[in-house]
Nanobody, 123 residues
Framework: QVQLVESGGGLVQPGGSLRLSCAASGSIFSIPDMHWYRQAPGKERDLVASITSGGSTNYADSVKGRFTISRDNAKNTVYLQMNSLKPEDTAVYYC?????????????????WGQGTQVTVSS
């Protein structure tokens, strides 16, 4: 079964740090791109950061200089290091990835979402 499993959320004080992880499992052949989104209560889900298989990255303006996305291709895992956290970073964070995987004798490509992990920044 192909899936994305996230971990690392929690409660942190303003100015603190958290590291999120998202691991893809199943018969994964490759992962062309991986992303982190977040959704605050009553708001739309927004793109936070992206990384390609070659390591190229992009960030939302609101997190540039504070968040770092990285990946370990050998572990099929993407990370989001979040520093200097602010109350406005409070949201459910979702991993998203384009997965190329083997299904019986065929290769398939589908985009998957993780289950989400809550990040709360509060004193």
């Amino acid at each position: 079964q192909v899936q994305l499993v996230e971990s690392g959320g929690g409660l942190v004080q303003p100015g603190g740090s958290l590291r999120l992880s998202c691991a893809a499992s199943g018969s994964i052949f490759s992962i062309p791109d991986m992303h982190w989104y977040r959704q605050a209560p009553g708001k739309e889900r927004d793109l936070v950061a992206s990384i390609t298989s070659g390591g190229s990255t992009n960030y939302a303006d609101s997190v540039k200089g504070r968040f770092t996305i990285s990946r370990d291709n050998a572990k099929n895992t993407v990370y989001l290091q979040m520093n200097s956290l602010k109350p406005e970073d409070t949201a459910v964070y979702y991993c998203n990835a384009l997965l190329v995987y083997r299904d019986s004798s065929r290769y398939r490509t589908s985009r998957y979402w993780g289950q989400g992990t809550q990040v709360t920044v509060s004193s």
